[in-house]
């Protein structure tokens, strides 16, 4: 049972917005034009359940970066930083 401590997740809602975006999941295929890896952008809401915030200039290659890029699949996985930032929520 939950203790009710900050790092307690309970629920999480994540919509993706596909009024305005548009999604793939083979953002590599050569198929791909101006969309967003769906399980890319997975991912980093993920991060967002379990506490982590956006990075800034200088962490592109992370998961937990500002903006995503389109037909990229390189933040599928986490980078190292949102490893860390994830081990300083929970330890």
Do not use: K, Q, W
């Not at 919509?15 to 997975?42: E, K, L, M, Q, W």
């Amino acid at each position: 049972m939950p203790d009710g401590g900050p790092n307690d997740l309970i629920e999480a809602d994540v919509r993706f917005n596909t009024r305005h975006h548009r999604f793939t999941d083979a953002p590599g295929s050569g198929r791909c034009a101006d969309a967003y890896d769906v399980r890319a952008v997975g991912t980093h809401e993920a991060g967002h359940v379990f506490g982590l915030g956006h990075v800034g200039a200088g962490h592109e290659n992370l998961t937990m970066y500002t903006n995503s890029f389109a037909c990229s699949s390189r933040a599928r996985t986490l980078g190292r930083g949102d490893v860390l930032g994830l081990r300083a929520l929970y330890r």
